[in-house]
């Protein structure tokens, strides 16, 4: 296959040994919008404009660049055809296609009521790789054999996992799967695909095997996934899958584009390691607040340092924002933020572990997300007794009762979030009631026993289903 390369940005740098690693030999040229690279080379190949792309013989435009779907655009504008340009992700997929690496359960084996593969996004500590790892805790207890299906995964988290008996399937052509892949995910009984990204898995996995699909994004993600996705049909709305929405609000986001599709909500539930509620001690010197998850404009540490600005007593609390921040743009503004607010502290990213081990300390979980379907770290607050509060943008929101057992205050309204942060630091003794209420809310709603029922009934009526169409046809 003869290839141009479309991008030299940090998108291609970030990935050009991958592909170097699957594609060197076939590239003919490189081709960007900065005119200043046009005229050089780059390994002895040459780097030319859009236009004069058109006029070298090829197979193929791999787009590697962050702006991928503009990109896409202007190509079908000039005149490509549509069969002949390639992102990324699928070009990489189909040179690598049949390759994985297994990394063995310890104590794993083939026997239980049925066998499950959950396929997944990378396994790294995200909220949506927690859900699925959960899910596969809870569903291994109850007897099935379970997998984990992922394209890339972190070293330390898949230690964690194989450690727990749990295998991990590394295959980097995921979301797609080609002939190769199927031959060994036909042996499992139901295909659990998690998150609205493994889309071509779903498509690809649906007609030879029970599919449960679970829905956890943000109307953004799904937007931009079905703008890539040019070649999924729409009008199919995936009716060979039984598809789950983690909340309330996935399910509206998806449904906004395949109408009343799901029907069904599926929580997860995770380990309870909150030793029934850690206590707040209202006579410590200072209020720890903590926010946390990946530095990102979607869970909103801007409007978190914002708030803190605003405080008048912030020399009674200390501000921890807990979360991988990179060299971008959003994670340089959400660092020299807090470099001007002495009170705010960057811890970084922390493993499970490491945060379990620092919620003793934190007195107040804030979630200020512009969206978020069902976080974990509220979950986990919950789980822990701490007060939480959250915006009105969560699924979180619909467990708590203002001022009995957490709080919620406006998406991306600084002031409110500042005014409900000053009333905490000026009501510390009543932290403790609240707490114990969000405790109760956790073994209400979000235990792994509670989670593990839902889960088992949500499979064997999948299977179910799945049974009954094919006897249909």
């Known amino acids: 296959m003869k290839i141009i390369v479309f991008g030299l940005g940090q998108y291609y740098k970030n990935r050009k040994e991958k592909l170097l690693s699957c594609a060197q030999g076939s590239i003919v040229a490189y081709t960007d919008n900065n005119k200043l690279l046009w005229g050089g080379t780059l390994d002895g190949i040459p780097i030319i404009s859009p236009e004069d792309a058109l006029k070298i013989e090829c197979d193929a435009f791999v787009i590697m660049s ?24 699928f070009f990489y997929a189909k040179m690598v296609s049949g390759t994985k690496r297994i990394l063995q359960g310890e104590g794993s084996n083939d026997k239980g009521k049925s066998s499950i593969l959950i396929v997944t996004t990378d396994l790294n500590y995200n909220g949506g790789s927690l859900a699925a790892l959960y899910a596969a805790l809870v569903i291994k207890k109850r007897g099935y054999h379970v997998a984990l299906a992922v394209p890339e995964c972190d070293d330390r988290l898949a230690a964690e996992v194989t450690q727990k008996g749990i295998s991990i399937y590394v295959c980097p052509s995921l979301p797609y799967v080609f002939e190769r892949e199927k031959e060994w995910i036909k042996k499992f009984d139901v295909i659990f695909v998690n998150v609205f990204q493994m889309i071509q898995s779903v498509l ?4 030879m095997k029970p599919v449960l699909w679970w829905i956890h994004e943000p109307i953004e993600m799904i937007e931009r996934m079905r703008a890539r996705f040019w070649n999924c049909v729409p009008e199919k709305e995936f009716h060979d899958a039984a598809i789950y929405a983690v909340s309330r609000i996935p399910k509206k986001n998806f449904n906004t584009f395949y109408p009343n599709r799901i029907e069904k909500i599926l929580h997860y539930g995770i380990p309870d390691m909150g030793q029934g509620g850690l206590t707040h001690d209202k006579n410590k010197e200072k209020v720890v607040f903590a926010i946390i998850g990946g530095v990102c404009e979607g869970k909103a540490q801007d409007i978190f340092c914002k708030a803190v600005k605003k405080l008048e007593n912030k020399e009674k609390a200390e501000f921890w924002i807990i979360g991988q921040y990179g060299k971008g743009k959003y994670s340089e503004a959400i660092c020299r933020m807090a470099r001007q607010e002495k009170s705010i502290k960057m811890c970084g990213l922390m493993t499970r572990e490491e945060i379990y081990h620092a919620f003793p300390e934190i007195d107040v979980v804030v979630c200020a997300s512009r969206e978020d379907s069902l976080p974990i770290v509220m979950t986990e607050g919950m789980m822990f007794g701490k007060v939480c509060i959250t915006t009105d943008a969560t699924g979180t929101a619909d467990y708590i009762e203002e001022g009995e057992n957490g709080f919620i205050v406006p998406a991306e309204d600084v002031d409110a979030l500042a005014e409900r942060m000053e009333w905490i630091l000026a009501h510390r003794d009543k932290l403790a009631e609240i707490g114990k209420k969000a405790r109760k809310t956790y073994e209400d709603h979000f235990t792994m026993e509670i989670f593990g029922e839902n889960l088992e009934r949500a499979l064997l009526e999948t299977k179910r289903e799945w049974d009954l169409r094919k006897e249909r046809v």
């Open 204 to 207: 690809a996995l649906s007609e």
């Open 66 to 89: 962050s702006y991928a779907e503009e990109i896409y655009d202007q190509l079908t504008k000039m005149g490509v055809e549509k069969s002949r340009i390639l992102y990324w992700e």
